[in-house]
C-alpha cells in the first residue's frame, strides 16, 4: 500500500526558511521521480519542483533560486527546501510521483506572514 507522508511545514516571517520532508512507502521509491506540489486556497494544485531518480531537478519559475528539492532514496524520503519565504508560498504542500499519481497524502500546512 503506498503512503505519502508530507512534514515540516509551519507557521513563518516573510524571508523565513522551512525544510518539509515526504516520507514514501509502498513503491520502488528510488526509481521514481518525485515532485512537491502546493495548493492555496480557492487555487488548483500546481507543480512547484521535480526531482529524477538521478536527481535532476526542476522548478516552477517563482521559487528558483529560493526553493532546493532533493532526496534519500536509503530513507525513501523526498525534501523541499525553502529559503526566503514570501507570503504568496502560503499553500498545503503535497508531494507525489509525477504521471504515477498515487493517492494523495494530507499534506503539510505551510503559512507566510508578512
Known amino acids: 500500500q503506498v503512503q505519502l507522508v508530507e512534514s515540516g511545514g509551519g507557521l513563518v516571517q516573510a524571508g523565513g526558511s522551512l525544510r518539509l520532508s515526504c516520507a514514501a512507502s509502498?513503491?520502488?521509491?528510488?526509481?521514481?521521480?518525485m515532485a512537491w506540489y502546493r495548493q492555496a486556497p480557492g487555487n488548483l494544485r500546481e507543480l512547484v519542483s521535480t526531482i529524477t531518480s538521478t536527481s535532476t531537478t526542476t522548478y516552477k519559475d517563482s521559487v528558483k533560486g529560493r526553493f532546493t528539492i532533493s532526496r534519500d532514496n536509503a530513507k525513501n524520503t523526498v525534501y523541499l527546501q525553502m529559503n526566503t519565504l514570501k507570503p504568496e508560498d502560503t499553500a498545503v504542500y503535497y508531494c507525489?510521483?509525477?504521471?504515477?499519481?498515487?493517492?494523495w497524502g494530507q499534506g503539510t500546512q505551510v503559512t507566510v506572514s508578512s
Open positions: 509502498g513503491f520502488n521509491f528510488r526509481f521514481k521521480t
Open positions: 507525489n510521483a509525477p504521471g504515477v499519481d498515487f493517492d
